[in-house]
């Protein structure tokens, strides 16, 4: 079985910017969270998809979206950059039920630092 | 007020003892409670699952929960110098599977 797998593992971007980071599922899941964590932290819910659809949003503005394709892999894309957005940014697949009862497993995460 | 709270720490015990690491949440609902480890520059790690009042064991670690008092603990026996990490508490409160994460405990185990 296959774990999840995020992709870059460290990114620096300038301010007003735009990001994509990418996660591929562990094998046979269908749904994905993504995290935000700052430093000193917990991680804070940005959002799930399911089936490709939004399926859970926590408070973070519109200029966080994403994206899940077929494969069930996903995309998050952060606009217009803030230095507050630097980060570590977490993704976990998960079936719904499974995650309910198991809890997540996440990937290596992305380190986003913006300047 | 957070939904998950935790003493930042830094928490330090000296190799061999128990270590006792506590969260309180404020949604009675909630209804799965978990222990993650992360090691500094790293993700977390899921360490610990319980979902009924009492303790749970796992070789040296014993989770315990008291949902009228709504408050967690995870207890470490035996604590190693490898155990130094931030022990985040999350809890679900089955909203689209979302978690709740407390901002973690910094554990030192010293030798």
């Known amino acids: 079985e296959t774990g999840v797998t995020q992709s870059p593992t460290h990114l620096i971007k300038t301010r007003g910017q735009q990001v994509t980071l990418r996660c591929s599922s562990q094998?046979?899941?269908?749904?994905v969270s993504w995290y935000q964590q700052a430093l000193g932290q917990g991680p804070q819910f940005i959002f799930q998809?399911?089936?490709?659809?939004?399926?859970g949003r926590g408070n973070f503005p519109p200029r966080f979206s994403g994206l899940q394709f077929p494969n069930y892999s996903s995309e998050l894309n952060v606009n217009a950059l803030e230095l507050d957005d630097s980060a570590l940014y977490l993704c976990?697949?998960?079936?719904?039920?499974?995650?309910?009862?198991?809890?997540?497993?996440f990937g290596s995460g992305t380190r986003l630092t913006v300047v | 007020q957070k939904e998950v709270e935790q003493n930042s720490g830094p928490l330090s015990v000296p190799e061999g003892a128990i270590a006792s690491l506590n969260c309180t949440y404020s949604d009675r609902g909630s209804q799965s409670f978990f222990w993650y480890r992360q090691y500094s520059g790293k993700s977390p790690e899921l360490i610990m699952s319980?979902?009924?009042?009492g303790d749970k064991e796992d070789g040296r670690f014993t989770a315990q929960l008291n949902k009228a008092s709504q408050y967690v603990s995870l207890l470490i026996r035996d604590s190693q110098p490898s155990d130094s990490a931030t022990y985040l508490c999350?809890?679900?409160?089955?909203?689209?599977?979302?978690?709740?994460f407390g901002s973690g405990t910094k554990l030192n185990v010293k030798p």
């Open positions: 976990a697949s998960s079936s719904t039920q499974r995650t309910a009862n198991y809890g997540y497993t």
């Open positions: 998809y399911y089936r490709e659809e939004e399926n």
């Open positions: 319980i979902y009924s009042n």
């Open positions: 999350a809890v679900n409160t089955n909203n689209f599977n979302k978690f709740y």
């Open positions: 094998s046979g899941h269908n749904t």
